[in-house]
Each structure stands twice: as C-alpha cells, then as structure tokens.
T-cell receptor
Framework: AQSVTQLDSQVPVFEEAPVELRCNYS??????LFWYVQYPNQGLQLLLKYLSGSTLVKGINGFEAEFNKSQTSFHLRKPSVHISDTAEYFCAVTGGSNYKLTFGKGTLLTVNP | KAGVTQTPRYLIKTRGQQVTLSCSPI?????VSWYQQTPGQGLQFLFE???????NKGNFPGRFSGRQFSNSRSEMNVSTLELGDSALYLC?????????????FGPGTRLLVL
C-alpha cells in the first residue's frame, strides 16, 4: 500500500516570489509520482510526473519537482509565481500492481498581489 | 481532441434515492477510473474499468457500483443515497492501463444529498 503526505494544507505567497509545495510518500515498492493542479470548479490537470531517470522533472507552467528516493520526497517548486497559480495542488503516487492514484490531502496555494 | 466529459455537472438528490453519473473518456482511451472528492476525506479511488471489466475497486460500500460499455463510456451508480455521499465525483481516463500512465480528469459531477 502507498500513502502520500502533503505537509502544508495552505501556502500563502506574494506574486513573483518562489514557492515550494512539499510532498512525502510511503511505499514498499517502486513508485511513480505525480503532481496535479485543481482550479476552482474544475477537474484535475497534470502538472508533471516522475517515472524514472533524471530526478528533476520539469512540467507545465514553469513548475518543476525533484524526486528524492532517500528522503521519499517529491517537492514541487516554482521560482516565481503568478496570481493565476492560485489553486489546489495534489501530489499522487502509483506503484506495484496498483494502478490507482493515491492522493495527498492537497495544498491550497494562494498568490497575493 | 475533446477532453473527458461528465454529465450531469450538478445534481441534487434526497436521502434514499439513487443516482447515475456518466463519463465519456477521451476518444481512444480505454481505461476509466472514478474518484470521490470531499473536504474531509480528500480524493479517494472508487473503481477502475478497462475493456468493460472492473479491474480494481476502492474501499467503498456495495451501494457504489459502476460499469463500462463497449465504447469505453462509463457510468457509476449510487443507491440508497446518504448525506455523506455529497461530493464531487471525478472521472479520469487513460489511453492504456499501466503504471505511470497519465490519467486525464473530467470536470466532475457535484452531487448534493439533502
């Protein structure tokens, strides 16, 4: 079984500031990791995913994440946020014979002017 | 290419009723999964269908059921609705069934049980 912990339920930042959203996972098997974003009244959109290879993964809208196997983490970063980045961000994992996505509780990113 | 569509988008029901939600995956996608999203429990996996067969099921009571048709469209049904079933129900599709495959989500159906 896998589990995901998103350490911050809310992260307020000012526009053009850098941001890091933290995600830790637990699994007894090799995992695949995902970050999704959900804008108000919408479904989830994939930002990026880690399958294998380079531990630094670049995604859409200027986001990137780094897979750290020893720390079982997959933190999401953006060097400079915009008002339009205000949304809820979900970290998710699959692995083993389990094709379902196991999600964290989400982090609400609020970008203030 | 059109995205995942879900109908209806909003639904109000009363306790004890049943409801059917529909999901049309992206054209060519054969795998469909359903998730329930609530403020308290977050996003929880309901079930996964591939080639008209349920391949995986989450930890939900038997009141929750689903099916997939030969054109990959899927429906989920909830019988004897309870207040706690109020949630956003999200459908996701992927082209094939496999670890690491991107699941593309629809906008969801928001169900309110009174």
């Amino acid at each position: 079984a896998q589990s995901v912990t998103q350490l911050d339920s809310q992260v307020p930042v000012f526009e053009e500031a850098p941001v890091e959203l933290r995600c830790n996972y637990s699994s007894s098997v090799s995992v695949y990791l995902f970050w999704y974003v959900q804008y108000p009244n919408q479904g989830l959109q994939l930002l990026l995913k880690y399958l294998s290879g380079s531990t630094l993964v670049k995604g859409i809208n200027g986001f990137e994440a780094e897979f750290n196997k020893s720390q079982t983490s997959f933190h999401l970063r953006k060097p400079s946020v915009h008002i339009s980045d205000t949304a809820e961000y979900f970290c998710a994992v699959t692995g083993g014979s389990n094709y379902k996505l196991t999600f964290g509780k989400g982090t609400l990113l609020t970008v203030n002017p | 290419k059109a995205g995942v569509t879900q109908t209806p988008r909003y639904l109000i029901k009363t306790r004890g009723q049943q409801v059917t939600l529909s999901c049309s995956p992206i054209s060519g996608h054969r795998s469909v999964s359903w998730y329930q999203q609530t403020p308290g429990q977050g996003l929880q996996f309901l079930f996964e269908y591939f080639s008209e067969t349920q391949r995986n099921k989450g930890n939900f009571p038997g009141r929750f059921s689903g099916r997939q048709f030969s054109n990959s469209r899927s429906e989920m049904n909830v019988s004897t609705l309870e207040l706690g079933d109020s949630a956003l129900y999200l459908c996701a599709s992927s082209s094939v069934r496999g670890l690491g495959e991107t699941q593309y989500f629809g906008p969801g159906t928001r169900l309110l049980v009174l």
